[in-house]
């Protein structure tokens, strides 16, 4: 570390090496509940005057009226839908999507957090694996956000319910039957007989062939997660959370809100983590103490900065995507901040492990998080490490799958295979060393570079094509389409995407056209040949 460091985080690489330290511990105890229950024992704990969420419209609402909310709003949704129903949540970070999840959990709706930056086609795909035939959203979100043809591509086959048309025209009876709900809201919460096993939320990952899969990840799933994050980061009482990552991603929707907000902590939703000019500035309003975001984002709001902003961040966590070595230098050298990185996966509710003031390796992506069980599984070629597989209290119910809509498939023996090739070190620090499928991180989101081809073939059918991701100094890899059509052009790639619904993710940002694509001498495509191409 540099002299510029703040004090509390000198000295944490020699510690975590110190031999005789008491291994962390979770009580199950505080993960045996339902999401709401806890949310009902935060507010107890804090108090129901205690700020809960502010959003980018400086709107504020305590624990109390974050319960209000939920019973009112729920109540008028349990109206439009029925109970352990799957529904679609497509709403930014604000005050609304907070009152939106803890209202559908607090009558025993399932939220299904559909990520609206994916495009018609794996919208439709992921409603289509879960099952979801209601969606909820508003009308000036989706103007702001240019989403009106993803939806009037639901409207053909989903019902909308428009959240400004809701509560605009909420009637006496609604208010007067949430207000009673909430003065007793436990024993109105109670009825609905939920159990901590049960399925709590719905998030959707890319699988084979960029083929969202919905991941079901249960009430214990999630608190035992928050429960491992807490215990590992020893959150403060003082804490305040700034949240810009989108709630559609597990890393945003349970770091960045149920983390602070089933622990009494404060929360403040920023609508898009892109924003690099505006977020500094409301950091500091805000006085948060703790930031997540990925490295792309956080060298964004570094080099946006104009000085002080972090003045009051005590905590720094990074994931989704690599951390690059002079991202961590920016970071220490301007603000005197360590980047705490961590990993994890949607399956598993998303944290699996993170560098903490306790343990701490530049480099790694930290230690497995109290819990969790790992094995690594050999790979061949492969001297050092192997494939990750974890299992833990945090592991997910199951997956659906478009073949199998609604059907929950659960993992073998209750673990997950990860997918990707890690070495654990001597002291117990997690390095990731690669991704064994051809899948892509762009921005942190997961790309299936199987798919990309395929969408190529589509455009350009006559042709042989290969997608490889190599490294991006700017933005951790970045895919490049080689092709042995001479005249490709990503312009034409880009119609072919917006025709059809696909995320601009997808679409490489170079094109390399060759005489003809190397194969090995089984006939299947030379990646490694590949690669060097698009390299050179």
Partial sequence: MTASVKPEFVGIAEQVTESGAEPLKLDPMRYQKTIFEALLDARGRRGG?????????????????LVLGAMVLGGRLAKETA????VGVMLPNSLGVAVTFFGLQAFGRIPAMLNFSAGVRNIE????AAEVETVITARRFIELAKLEAVVEALEKTKKIIWLDDLKANLSLGDKLKGLARAKMARSVYNRRGLKPTDVAVILFTSGTEGTPKGVALTHQNVLSNTHQADVSFELL????????????????????????????????????????????PLVRETKATILFGTDTFLTGYARASEGDEFETVRLLVAGAERVKDQTRALWADRFGLAIFEGYGCTEMAPVVAVNTFRQFRPGSVGPLLPGIEHRLEPVPGLDEGGRLMVRGPNTMAGYYTVDEPGKLKPSA????????IVHIDEDGFVHIRGRAKRFAKIGGEMVSL??????????WPDNAHAV???????????????????????????AWSRQHGVSELMIPKRLVSVDSLPVLGTGKLDYVSIRRIAEN
């Fill in 83 to 86: 109970a352990g129903e799957h």
């Fill in 49 to 65: 005057d205690a700020w809960a969420v502010e959003d980018a419209e400086r709107q504020r609402i305590s624990f109390d009226k």
């Fill in 468 to 494: 490889v991701a190599i490294e991006d100094p700017r933005k951790g890899e970045q895919l490049v389409l080689v092709t042995d059509h001479q005249d490709a052009a990503r312009d034409d790639l880009l």
């Fill in 413 to 420: 023996g209750g673990w997950h295979d990860t997918g990707d």
């Fill in 237 to 280: 009482d003082s804490d305040i959370v700034f949240n810009p990552l989108p709630v559609f991603h597990s890393f945003g929707l349970t770091a960045g809100m149920i983390l602070p907000l089933v622990e009494g902590l404060p929360t403040f939703l920023y609508p898009s983590p892109l924003h690099y000019r505006a977020i500094p």
């Fill in 450 to 459: 199987a798919a990309i081809e395929a969408y190529a073939a589509e455009v």
């Fill in 125 to 128: 795909a992921a409603c289509a």
